[in-house]
């Protein structure tokens, strides 16, 4: 899972975007790009409410094996 300030338990977004477990204020810039934090407690509900439908991971593209024929020949086996 991708992480984001704006989706952790631990971001306070107001007058100041405040971070509860390290005692900081973030920019809001900081709320929208990933983040490797270790203190991380995801939280579905947007900070920002930018997103109402609260965060959804990105679905992996299925791979689809085509059944169409090559058009490259097999090389001739003559015995």
């Known amino acids: 899972m991708i992480q984001y300030c704006r989706y952790c338990n631990n971001m306070v977004v107001g007058d100041a ?13 900081k709320l929208k790009h990933t983040n ?11 900070a920002l409410q930018e997103n109402a439908k609260g965060y959804v991971p990105r679905v992996k ?4 094996e085509s059944n169409q024929l090559s058009l490259e020949e097999p090389p001739c086996l003559t015995t």
Request: glycine residues 8%; negative net charge; charged residues 25%.
């Open 17 to 29: 975007n405040y971070c509860g477990h390290y005692d900081i204020t973030v920019g809001e810039w």
């Open 36 to 46: 490797k934090c270790r203190h991380f407690e995801y939280n579905p509900i947007d």
């Open 61 to 64: 593209p299925e791979v689809v």
